[in-house]
């Protein structure tokens, strides 16, 4: 083997290792996706229910107004 077979050679291992590499970032890589994915899906599920829990307050809180503005009247 002379010296350009052995580093055509070289060469050759080198770029499979890169291959190997690129392969797992790009699988590091649909793995973050995937957690971001999830995590928004997580936020829009809190963000829906903090507003669902907002509306059932303020509902509260404007049927504690009538009641004020009703004894109010009465007083």
């Known amino acids: ?11 050759a291992k080198a770029m499979e290792e890169l291959v190997k590499v ?3 970032q790009l699988r590091i890589i649909k793995l973050e996706h995937r957690l971001a ?3 928004y899906e997580n936020t829009m599920k809190t963000l829906a229910k903090y507003e669902e829990s907002n509306a059932a307050i303020q509902e509260q809180l404007n ?3 009538e009641e004020i503005s009703k004894w109010e009247q009465q007083s």
């Open 1 to 11: 083997m002379d010296k350009t077979e052995k580093a055509l050679d070289r060469l």
């Open 63 to 65: 049927k504690t107004e």
């Open 22 to 24: 690129q392969k797992e």
């Open 37 to 39: 994915e999830l995590q």
